[in-house]
């Protein structure tokens, strides 16, 4: 139970924030078919990259990423806990955005500028752990787990107790998201990055 106000709305307007679908609204904008009918079905930039734009998914990695820093930084202005709750209404809100009828995306990047957000070098030990995976094995879903798996143990090292926490828990949500992601990996018949998904 959340008995402080301010950590209640700064949980709603992280929400809020996240769940701003930037992988439908680029795609629309640039005339192209609802990515969510297309490959996996996802809103992310991993779906976007597809369509063979590879602008467009770069647009949509870095604002996805963005949201979820500007949901942290922007509450850590008034107070540090509210940043951690910020920081998790973006993630739940890109996973499951309101006028999508709760069906997002992954969480990955969001995760990932919250976790920046929350602290910079947080944020790039996590980045390079989705990038040195993402290069070793060109599995998106691969290189979203191993970061999301990562993350809160960097964290709790880093003497971010509250943030780790939060950040674990957020792990788990994303990880359930992955789940049909880790039952094609155990079958080895994830599709790799940059490959259409049958």
Known sequence: MIENPTLIV???CGYLIGAVPFGILLTRAAGLEDIR????GNIGATNVLRTGHKGLAAATLLLDIAKGAAAVLLAGLYLTDAAIWAG????IGHLYPLWLRFKGGKGVATYLGVAGGLALPLGLVAGGAWIATAVAFRIS???GLVMVAATPVIAWFMDLRPAAAMLMALSLVVAWRHRQNIGRLLKGTEPRIAQSKK
């Open 10 to 12: 700064a949980l709603g």
């Open 141 to 143: 879903s691969l290189a």
């Open 88 to 91: 998790a209404g973006a993630v």
């Open 37 to 40: 009918h297309i490959g996996s």
